[in-house]
């Protein structure tokens, strides 16, 4: 009876410590699917960081010839330009649930585009398994959007995009249309 006491004791202790198990930015982007970013291969997002750590410029040629470049690594925020038409930023997030073991989630706002610009909401678990925006997020609009992440204030703002089949380029700059602020809190909730 003492023994199988200590066999789940041990349990549920090695259970207690992979829920509570924290990740870094720098280990997610590393772990990213290619799919993700297909510009880069693993070797040149481990270059980025590297160059970023030895304070150079973090910048590599993609695997389209372009530029690719690491602007922002923390332990909890990642900014990267992988082309001059697509930026790249993720935060982390505590989850109130552990998602794949790990009570963090990954939100990444991807922004298409030149002039005319707009962007995607995702989330993901520290596995890179994508989640239901709707379990993190109250409703995205409808329209095209703009999304900027702040690390610092832990929100996301959502303003008008440019809708790309019009070329609406007025719109996007009437940004006094609409705009949101969303603030984390166990899920990115629309400030009012």
């Known amino acids: 009876m003492y023994r199988r006491f200590i066999l789940l004791y041990l349990a549920l202790l090695v259970w207690s410590l992979t829920v509570s198990a924290q990740s870094t930015m720098r280990e997610a982007f590393q ?4 799919s993700l970013m297909p510009y880069l291969t693993e070797n040149d997002r481990l270059d980025l960081i590297d160059f970023l750590d030895s304070g150079m410029k973090a910048e590599v040629t993609n695997q389209l010839g372009g530029k690719s470049e690491l ?8 900014s990267l330009n992988l082309s001059q038409g ?5 935060l982390l ?3 109130p ?8 989630v990954i939100c990444l706002v991807r922004t298409y585009g030149i002039d005319c610009r707009e962007s995607t909401v995702q989330f993901y678990s ?3 398994r994508q989640l239901l925006t709707a379990d993190y997020m109250e409703a995205l609009p409808q329209e095209t959007f ?3 992440l702040d690390e610092q204030e832990t929100l996301l703002t959502v303003q008008p995009g440019c809708d790309i089949e019009t070329k ?3 719109e996007h700059q009437n940004e006094d249309k609409w705009a949101f602020k969303y603030k984390w809190n166990q899920k990115f909730v629309k400030e009012n």
């Open 31 to 34: 772990q990213a699917p290619q």
């Open 71 to 78: 602007l922002r690594l923390t332990e909890r925020f990642l």
């Open 86 to 90: 697509l930026s790249m930023k993720m």
């Open 93 to 95: 997030l505590d989850s």
């Open 97 to 104: 649930e552990p998602v794949d073991s790990v009570t963090q």
């Open 126 to 128: 520290m596995k890179w």
């Open 146 to 148: 703009l999304a900027d």
């Open 168 to 170: 609406a380029v007025e």
